[in-house]
């Protein structure tokens, strides 16, 4: 029989050197900007899935931060299933990105694909993101290991979960700032994009000590599921969620029909707000101004 230590086979711990729980029992909080992954707060990344034009992003990053998240998405490089698809506005949408920075002062978030562009994202990100498809691009993560800005690193979407944190080792071997986000993973369910995996919630925090943040845009694929897995997520134990909010998600270029209306990111915020209380995981929404 081999040897149990709090439950995890010692020979898995083995694969996780830098990741494992047993690195850092306490856990560990990685900051962007004054902000904490994976403390008390439960922190809200927020925006479009692409980067549209300039009134597009700015539009949206004003709606989400006057609703409370901290944290501003938008991929300029986009990961499309067709060539023939949006691919992203590229340099010139992370330069907007970072004018939107600029605006409302939130930190950014934005999706580096390939290793000849990190150099130029570095310059207009405060955090990379190493989207699903390149979970086991190594090249790709041995380069944004020498970075010294957080990574959120999204789950291969048929990866397990031992595959994604040994992945996580690369970055870890340079680069300790690792955010964990599980994004949902295929399944033979078709009803739903993917199948949010909330079980990888509290198997993650109990295998590694980074902070895990959850998806429930691309986890389900429909506007009307993300509300209720959002809260699923936090009442699991998620140190945050990843959304996609859209000004317009009618006209959105990219993932609209998964993307949040503004006043349906609302309400999320204030459902989440009163789970957080229960589970001792802060919110803030800002007071709303009065005209
Ligand atoms: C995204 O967050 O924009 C994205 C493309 O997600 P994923 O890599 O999880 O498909
Ligand atoms: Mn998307």
């Not at 998620?238 to 000004?247: P, R, S, Y």
Request: charged share 25%.
């Amino acid at each position: 029989m081999e040897k149990l230590l709090c439950d995890i086979p010692a020979s898995r711990l083995k694969s996780y050197q830098l990741a494992g729980r047993q690195q850092k029992p306490e856990g560990t909080i990685v900051g962007v900007q004054g902000i904490e992954i994976g403390g008390d707060q439960f922190v809200v990344m927020a925006g479009p899935c692409a980067v549209e034009s300039y009134d597009q992003l700015v539009a949206t990053a004003k709606i989400v931060q006057s609703s409370g998240a901290t944290i501003l998405r938008g991929g300029a490089f986009k990961p499309r299933s067709s060539p023939f698809a949006f691919q992203g506005m590229e340099e010139e949408g992370l330069k907007i990105l970072w004018e939107a920075r600029k605006i409302t002062g939130l930190p950014v978030v934005t999706e580096v694909m390939d290793t000849r562009q990190v150099e130029l994202v570095n310059d207009y990100t405060d955090i990379f993101q190493i989207g699903s498809r390149n979970m086991q691009n190594f090249p790709l993560l041995k380069e944004i290991s020498k970075a010294d800005k957080p990574v959120l690193f999204k789950r291969g979407l048929g990866a397990t979960l031992d595959e994604y944190l040994q992945a996580s080792e690369y970055i870890l071997q340079g680069n300790e700032k690792v955010i964990l986000c599980e994004r949902g993973i295929r399944t033979f369910e078709t009803s739903t994009r993917n199948t949010l995996d909330l079980n990888a919630i509290p198997m993650l925090k109990h295998l590694s000590h980074l902070p895990v943040i959850v998806d429930p845009s691309h986890g389900t694929g429909h506007r009307w599921m993300v509300g209720p897995m959002a809260r699923a997520a936090m009442a699991a134990g998620a140190d945050g969620i990843l959304v996609e909010v859209h000004h317009n998600p009618e006209e959105a270029l990219c993932d609209g029909h998964q993307s949040l209306h503004p006043e349906e990111f609302e309400r999320m915020m204030h459902d989440l707000q009163v789970i957080g209380e229960a589970i001792g995981k802060k919110i803030l929404i800002p007071e709303k101004e009065t005209a």
